[in-house]
């Protein structure tokens, strides 16, 4: 499975900040750095796939901020930010090493490039040294191979397990969700206090020969230290994701069921 197919979401806890700041705009910002686990089992991965690193700029309008630039302490790398509603950059790499060069501990510095009233406006960060989860988030008991007998219309019961709260953590955080790769729309995007045992995935969303993956995310997250855009949110975010796929069977065509059916087989033998 690419890294391309990881898609971080974060779109209920952006609107929680929203809320919670109508009048803030740009609403919220982010710098995170994430361990990437496959898992292919009932079991848990051990090792990380790969390691990627992800800065966004939240609006409360889409299209208000379409480009962005990062600058990195001395040492790091720094980026350029595309898109919109988020705006964002997430390189992955082959090591956490590489990763960490890249993306040290340090203060971070946002601007904003193409933003209409906010061109030019520029907010900083703080990047506390890296604290991750201290378990591999994964999908517990018979879970994954539930998904990978998934049956159109049929809703499937998943578990998973904790990791112990990062005492200086603002939050510690659970998502889950599951992404319809074929239609190109989530599913099932949900956002769990840490202890979270599980959750049921709706049979509506499961439609027979479709192809989805499913994301898992052990999630510290830091209000750090902040300056600029107004009175926008800043977050620092030590990830660890399990991601995983599975395929919803398609369902037979009529003629299909023809020539499996007893009476087909009878007449192909006494042809």
């Not at 609107?15 to 848990?44: E, G, R």
Request: aromatic content about 12%.
């Amino acid at each position: 499975m690419s890294s391309q197919k990881i898609i971080r979401t974060s779109g209920l806890l952006a609107t929680i900040f929203v809320a919670q700041l109508a009048s803030a705009d740009p609403t919220f910002y982010d710098l995170f750095k994430t361990h990437a686990y496959n898992q292919t089992s009932n079991s848990s991965p051990i090792d990380p796939s790969f390691y990627y690193s992800g800065s966004r700029i939240f609006t409360t309008v889409d299209g208000e901020v379409t480009s962005a630039h990062l600058t990195a302490p001395s040492g790091g790398t720094d980026r350029d930010l595309t898109g919109s509603n988020p705006t964002i950059a997430q390189p992955t790499y082959a090591s956490e090493a590489t990763m960490d060069a890249e993306t040290p501990a340090g203060d971070y510095l946002f601007t904003i490039n193409d933003g209409g009233a906010f061109d030019g406006a520029t907010g900083s960060l703080t990047l506390p040294e890296s604290t991750y989860a201290d378990a591999v988030p994964y999908l517990t008991g018979t879970s994954f191979d539930a998904l990978q007998n998934a049956t159109a219309g049929n809703s499937i019961a998943v578990t998973w397990n904790s990791f112990t709260p990062v005492a200086n953590a603002n939050f510690n955080l659970v998502f889950f969700t599951v992404f319809d790769q074929t239609a190109g729309t989530f599913i099932f995007d949900q956002i769990y206090n840490d202890g979270a045992p599980g959750d049921t995935i709706d049979g509506s969303g499961l439609i027979a020969g479709h192809s989805y993956s499913y994301n898992l995310f052990f999630d510290p997250r830091y209000e750090v230290t902040h300056a600029g855009l107004g009175d926008a949110t800043s977050i620092a975010g030590f990830d660890s994701v399990t991601f995983g796929d599975f395929r919803v069977a398609a369902v037979p065509e009529p003629a299909t069921f023809l020539l499996l059916s007893p009476a087909f087989l009878l007449l192909r033998r006494r042809r």
